[in-house]
Structure formats: structure tokens, C-alpha cells
């Protein structure tokens, strides 16, 4: 159902994949709700996924950048505001890697080269992206940028590693840019912590399919899915949350602030027996 809360509202998405990432179920709610979007990734993002189907289905273009890159960010907004002929109205950044994780490299083994490929990748690309934005104030004013974060930036979880830390620096650099751009232009930029979800890179994590279960055992109103977390993102494009910024914002069906459910409980209780 469409409620027309983007009618006339231009946007950025960084990071659709392929159908099961959060940021191509973002686009297309977008795109119902009114809006008009650009669709971002790597090359070679583009050459492995399936963003052309995505981009037909919206009518929307394809620009290529690297979100490390500052020049190759430069060009993607100039083009994007070009196409628009326009500012933009919000942008979703959902960019994360860890060659860490990728390599079953144990946290207390890190190779730290490629943990600065993860926090470039994985934090720091958000304040390159809201640094190029700033500079060429190509957002409109109460603008909204999101970027996509997950409860290991205050919790530990095993096998989580490195990107924990790259989380948890994604959601500082939130605030910190966001107290900037508010105080600047009255652009909002807020985290939302979601749920485990089986998208391509989560599914890359060690215990995924266990963290999937546990969590939705925990939380009282389940996982929260792609599709549930897409909706999420649209009221923090929307003018309803115009006042809504700096925060964290869980998106985890209650995960976050319960201890133990009974669920839970049962099942450890009945491991113990066995």
C-alpha cells in the first residue's frame, strides 16, 4: 500500500546488490511511495549483481562509484543533481564489508590491513559521502540520510569481529556529522539498528543462520525482515520524522531491551537436560 509520503522527493541509494539486500527493498518502496531515485554501487558490484532489474523496475539510472573514493563520490552527485536538476531529498547509505570475515580471521588474529579495508568500507565511506553532500550542499533542507547499522556496536556478538567496530564508528560519525548538518542546512542523519537479516553480506557471517533463530526467539514481535526495515526508512525519508536526528534508531522487534524471553529460556533449560 502506498501512502505517497516521498510524492516529489529525490533520492540516492547506495548499495542494492541483488533482491535480497535491504538497500533494493528500500528503492522500490521508495519508488512506490512517490520518489524519484538514483541507484549507486562498486563496479564491480554492478558487473556481479543484478541492480539492471532493479533500475528497469524503477526507472531509475545507474551510476558507479566507489563510496571510498572522494572523486568518484564528487562525480556521482554532480551527475545525480544534474539528473534531478535539482537537491536531493534523502539517501540511503548501506555499505558494509569485512575481508576479516570473509576469511574466518578470529578477532583476536585481526590483519589489520584489512581492518582499515573494513572501517573504510564500512564507516568511514558514510562521512565521505555526507562530506562531498556538505560540501556541494546538495541536500534540500529537511533532508534525511540513513545508514544501516546493527546492535554489535554496543553489544558483543560472537562473530561479528571487526565489523562491530566499524559500526560503532558508522554510528558516531552519525552523530557527529548529523549536529553539523542540522545545525547547517536542517538535514537529518540517523542509524538504524536492524535486525539480523539474511542478505548476501549477513549471510557471510560465522553463526548467522543460530543468530537468526536466537534473536527471533528473544525479540516479542520476531526478526524484523528487509521488507519490514524498508518501511522503516521511508518514515525517515518522510517529513513525518523531521525533527528526528542524531539517533540510533533499534528496528529489532524488541530485541534490544529484552534479556530473556521464556523461549529462550526453555531451550536452554532443555539443552542442559539432555
Not at 534531478?84 to 570473509?102: A, C, E, Q, T, Y
Not at 545508514?147 to 556496536?153: C, H, K, R, V
Request: hydrophobic share 45%.
Amino acid at each position: 500500500m502506498s501512502y505517497n509520503l516521498l510524492k516529489g522527493k529525490r533520492g540516492i541509494i547506495f548499495g542494492a546488490l541483488n533482491s535480497e539486500s535491504i538497500a533494493w527493498k528500500v528503492a522500490e518502496r521508495a519508488v512506490e511511495e512517490g520518489a524519484q531515485i538514483v541507484l549507486t554501487n562498486t563496479a564491480v558490484s554492478l558487473r556481479l549483481g543484478e541492480i539492471k532489474t532493479l533500475a528497469e523496475k524503477c526507472n531509475a539510472p545507474i551510476i558507479a562509484a566507489d563510496a571510498t573514493n572522494i572523486e568518484e563520490i564528487e562525480a556521482l552527485v554532480d551527475k545525480t543533481l544534474d539528473y534531478f536538476g535539482g537537491k536531493i531529498d534523502f539517501v540511503l547509505h548501506s555499505i558494509g564489508m569485512s575481508p576479516n570475515v570473509r576469511k574466518n580471521i578470529e578477532y583476536q588474529d585481526l590483519n589489520y590491513a584489512f581492518l582499515d579495508k573494513t572501517l573504510d568500507i564500512s564507516a568511514l565511506s558514510f562521512h565521505k559521502v555526507m562530506q562531498v553532500l556538505y560540501k556541494k550542499q546538495a541536500l534540500a533542507e529537511w533532508g534525511s540520510i540513513v545508514a544501516l547499522s546493527y546492535i554489535a556496536a554496543q553489544r558483543t556478538f560472537v562473530g561479528y569481529n571487526d565489523m562491530a567496530d566499524a559500526k560503532a564508528l558508522l554510528e558516531s560519525i552519525a552523530r557527529s556529522f548529523g549536529a553539523v548538518f542540522g545545525r547547517d542546512f536542517k538535514v537529518r542523519v540517523n542509524t538504524v539498528s536492524q535486525s539480523p537479516t539474511a542478505t548476501t553480506a549477513g549471510k557471510g557471517i560465522k553463526g548467522m543462520e543460530g543468530m537468526l533463530e536466537f534473536a527471533n526467539a528473544l525479540s516479542p514481535l520476531g526478526n524484523a525482515d528487509a521488507d519490514n526495515c524498508a518501511d522503516y526508512c521511508i518514515t525517515l525519508f518522510s517529513d513525518l520524522t523531521r525533527k528526528v536526528t542524531m539517533q540510533n534508531l533499534y528496528h529489532d522487534g524488541g530485541f534490544s531491551t529484552m534479556g530473556l524471553s521464556e523461549e529462550v529460556f526453555k531451550a536452554f533449560i532443555a539443552g542442559k537436560e539432555k
